[in-house]
């Protein structure tokens, strides 16, 4: 299996896509939304109009030495400072709770989505990079919806609303800005582009760091072991290193935008001071009138500046929100199950509902009928890993799968419960196609009890609940005490309260796996699939685990990978398989008295020991 980092380096392949489908999470919360940019625009215009003022204000002062008039201004003046204030606290205030919500949507989307997808989609992609969409892409995305769009709406109004009053004050004068903004905007644009491939480029380092760290740190175990702890450091002082080159990159194109824009806005200051200084000696404009037209060139360039400056952050932000995207729409599990399964409390038990034409259902009772007919199977295109598996277990049958390491045990049995889609052949559920089933009712009949055993971080009794949500308690205890688990349970500190830690490290193999069967043994599955641990355990907690097992085993139909002899022999078919072929089946003694195979991994091997 090999799971590959996903290509990080990719450019938003289409940012607007990207963009419109962001603002489309808005429509939740359009209140919100309008009301942010409302007050924002109404700050914004505010303060462009209290610019204007400062023309009458100087003039009245210089020209006219009029008092009266100019506290006049000074109150209108305070009370665009007050609309100012207000306006910008309010359209933040909305603004923040905007994307707060907008990304708990997308965070919430994320996880369930994350819940349908298949299997192989997580054998596609690697942990690291799934969690670093879920944190960093996330976390990324929340900070430029939260300042992005006041800031955009603050541009626009701002270069809107400057350009109209300058053109009013003087259309000469603004002539010079534009040219001057031309050639900023120049600039912008080529450090910008320069800036974006080192940024992608800094975020792909950033993650592949992370990804190994969290590798690392997982397999502890297993790097102290093989004492792999140097290796481990010297991948990940590469890593490091890549990811302060590119770092530094991008900080360094990043920040030579400021001043480069600083400076340039120097100049265009300077410039429209000369310019002004002429038309007032020839008496076309009045000082205050330049007053006023050098403060909009002023305010003009700086929502200009202040969008660059954040146009790494942005690029990067809906990088991560294509990354995000991109696991939304994976594709979900294969589900057109129209057969269902139907409780009959009357008729007692189950039923399975086919859909006939004309609207009519037949029912089928739930028997446990198993049966594989001419089944093919890979997990990657051209690596046949089942070949042609037919199979018969007949309801509260025991079929027992051996053979080496890698012939595909497992995999049968990941194909009944649908993880994953054959490619050829048929299975039938009691003579319906599985893939006629939907889902969630083909599993609510089945108990895995798998190879590695999962735990979560809980209780002893939440885990075990785990099998069926609406068990009891009794019925929990109940389920332990036929999985054999009941008696170390009670021994523990807090008996069935017991705190497991995530994966249950505070608990012993045998422990785990005596939990895993009481899990299996609540939901009282009708089909049951035992993938015996390889690992064992002392011998008394393997009767312990075998006894549990029979009990669980009884009167369903059962499939069990077995690794112990004792397991398999009672069985009541054995399959053998080898390379993905079944190349003997019988019960015991008959394969024993084949002398094949069976009768080598008996006798010979260690495997079945
Ligand atoms: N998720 C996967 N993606 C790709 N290949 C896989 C995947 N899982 C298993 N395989 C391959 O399929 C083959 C069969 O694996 P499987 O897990 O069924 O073996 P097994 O018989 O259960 O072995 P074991 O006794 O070690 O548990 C192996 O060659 C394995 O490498
Ligand atoms: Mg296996």
């Known amino acids: 299996m090999n799971k590959q980092s996903k290509p990080l380096h990719l450019r938003p392949k289409d940012p607007k896509k990207t963009l419109m489908r962001l603002f489309g999470y808005f429509r939740y919360n359009k209140g919100l939304f309008f009301g942010g940019i409302l007050f924002t625009i109404l700050g914004t215009l505010a303060e462009v109009a209290s610019n204007a003022m400062l023309s009458p204000i100087i003039d009245a002062f210089i020209e006219r030495k009029d008092g009266r008039t100019l506290l006049g201004y000074f109150i209108i003046m305070g009370l665009f400072v007050i609309i100012i204030a207000l306006g910008q606290y309010l359209g933040n205030l909305f603004m923040i709770k905007l994307s707060q919500k907008t990304v708990h949507r997308i965070r919430e989307d994320m996880f369930s989505h994350m819940e349908k997808l298949p299997i192989s989609y997580f054998d596609r992609h690697s942990h690291g990079d799934l969690m670093s969409t879920f944190t960093n892409d996330v976390d990324m995305l929340t900070q430029s919806l939260e300042q992005g769009i006041s800031q955009l709406t603050i541009s626009i109004i701002t270069v809107v609303g400057t350009f109209a009053m300058m053109i009013y004050i003087s259309p000469i004068l603004t002539l010079l800005v534009a040219v001057m903004l031309l050639i900023m905007f120049g600039a912008i644009k080529y450090i910008g582009q320069k800036s974006a491939v080192n940024f992608r480029n800094q975020q792909a380092a950033l993650a592949d760091m992370n990804g190994y760290v969290e590798e690392i740190m997982s397999g502890q175990k297993v790097v102290k072991v093989f004492n792999y702890e140097k290796r481990a450091i010297d991948i990940f002082n590469r890593k490091n290193e890549e990811l302060r080159k590119a770092s530094t990159q991008a900080s360094t194109y990043g920040t030579m935008l400021m001043p480069i824009m600083g400076n340039l806005s120097y100049v265009k200051y300077a410039l429209v001071s000369m310019a002004g200084a002429f038309l007032v000696i020839k008496k076309v404009l009045s000082v205050g009138n330049i007053a006023s037209f050098l403060q909009y060139t002023r305010s003009v360039s700086r929502p200009i500046t202040m969008f660059s400056n954040q146009l790494n952050t942005l690029f990067a932000a809906l990088a991560g929100a294509e990354r995000i995207f991109n696991v939304l729409d994976e594709e979900v599990e294969i589900d057109q199950g129209d057969v269902t399964l139907v409780k009959h409390d009357d008729k007692g038990g189950y039923y399975w509902k086919v859909p006939k034409n004309n609207e009519e259902y037949e029912e089928i009772p739930l028997r446990g009928y198993i049966t594989f007919k001419d089944v093919n199977f890979s997990y990657e295109e051209g690596k046949p890993v089942l070949k042609n598996i037919n199979l018969h277990a007949k309801p509260g049958q025991k079929i027992a799968f051996v053979g080496s390491t890698g ?164 069985a009541d078919t054995i399959m053998v398989l080898e390379h993905g072929k079944i190349i003997e089946r019988g019960n015991h003694e008959e394969l024993m008295q084949l002398k094949g195979r069976y009768y080598e991994l008996n006798t010979g091997a260690a495997e079945l020991e």
């Open 407 to 570: 012939a595909g045990k497992t995999t049968i049995t990941n194909l009944i419960n649908r993880f994953y889609e054959i490619n050829e052949g048929t299975i039938l559920f009691d003579g319906i196609d599985i893939k006629r089933i939907r889902k969630y009712d083909l599993r609510s009949t089945m108990s895995i009890v798998l190879q590695d055993v999962h735990l979560f971080e809980g209780t002893i009794k939440d885990n075990i609940r785990y099998g069926r949500l609406d068990a009891t308690d009794e019925e929990v205890m109940e389920a332990a005490k036929l999985a054999n688990a009941h008696y170390f349970i009670k021994n523990l500190p807090q008996g069935y309260d017991t705190m497991l830690t995530a994966d249950g490290m505070n608990l012993s193999q045998g422990e785990r796996q005596l939990l895993s069967i009481a899990r299996a043994a609540i939901a009282d599955p009708t089909i049951l699939i035992l993938d015996e641990a390889t690992s064992s355990v002392d011998t008394r907690t393997e009767k312990l685990i075998a006894e549990g097992m029979d009990k669980l085993m009884d009167g369903r139909t059962t499939f069990v990978i077995a690794h112990r002899l004792s397991t398999v022999r009672d």
